[in-house]
Nanobody, 125 residues
Framework: QVQLVESGGGLVQAGGSLRLSCAAS????????MAWFRQAPGKEREFVAV?????????YYANSVKGRYTVSGDIAKNTVYLQMNSLKPEDTAVYYC?????????????????WGQGTQVTVSS
């Protein structure tokens, strides 16, 4: 089992920045990819970014956040980060981190076995 806890959400004005953290505990050697998803009210959960633990730390981003968000990890601390810059009101959502046990830059929820509880990000205009 892998437990995931997100932190760092909050309220920010448009154009501002936030950094989310996702701390993993439990069988931390077992995850191979860690991703961020988000879900706005009334919408489906959507992919944001993914970091591969192996593959040289490869990353992949949704087009909507490319160039504004950066996903990174501190493997020694079992923590993955999501740096969010130039935030827009449409970025408002609950942000979730998720862990996959198999290696790959997955963008769909079904590939991820473990999920955090989420952290709210609200961007005001």
């Amino acid at each position: 089992q892998v437990q995931l806890v997100e932190s760092g959400g909050g309220l920010v004005q448009a154009g501002g920045s936030l950094r989310l953290s996702c701390a993993a505990s439990g069988r931390t050697r077992s995850w191979a990819a860690m991703a961020w998803f988000r879900q706005a009210p009334g919408k489906e959960r959507e992919f944001v970014a993914v970091l591969s633990r192996w593959s040289g730390g490869a990353t992949y981003y949704a087009n909507s956040v490319k160039g504004r968000y950066t996903v990174s990890g501190d493997i020694a601390k079992n923590t993955v980060y999501l740096q969010m810059n130039s935030l827009k009101p449409e970025d408002t959502a609950v942000y979730y981190c998720a862990a996959a046990l198999t290696s790959g830059l997955y963008t769909t929820t079904r590939e991820y076995e473990y999920w955090g509880q989420g952290t709210q990000v609200t961007v005001s205009s």
